[in-house]
């Protein structure tokens, strides 16, 4: 795990409109969508190698969340299929 205990955002990011296209790819509502990815950013920050969702336990944030783990999963698949995520990463 990394030393920093924070990472930043930018204005406008819960409502950002690549969610929406998330969303409409994924079939899932946007809140959903916003709500996964601040999951993966939050998680990739604080993996040895930054920006890996390598690892990311769906089933635990599908719990958590009280979201499906099927939900979770195609907003991952949409952000994966658009280049959002790239070889377990962000890219973008």
């Known amino acids: 795990m990394s030393g920093i205990s924070w990472w930043r955002?930018?204005?406008?990011?819960p409502m950002d409109h690549k969610?929406?296209?998330?969303s409409a790819r994924s079939g899932v509502k946007p809140g959903i969508v916003s709500a996964v990815a601040w999951a993966l950013l939050d998680y990739a920050s604080q993996q040895e190698d930054r920006g890996?969702?390598?690892?990311?336990?769906?089933?635990?944030?599908?719990?958590?969340?009280?979201?499906?783990?099927?939900?979770v999963m195609a907003v991952i698949s949409a952000m994966t299929d658009k280049g959002i995520i790239k070889d377990g990463r962000f890219a973008k």
């Open 9 to 13: 955002s930018w204005h406008g990011a």
């Open 19 to 22: 969610w929406a296209v998330i």
């Open 52 to 71: 890996s969702v390598e690892g990311f336990d769906i089933e635990e944030y599908a719990v958590f969340s009280g979201f499906s783990e099927s939900e």
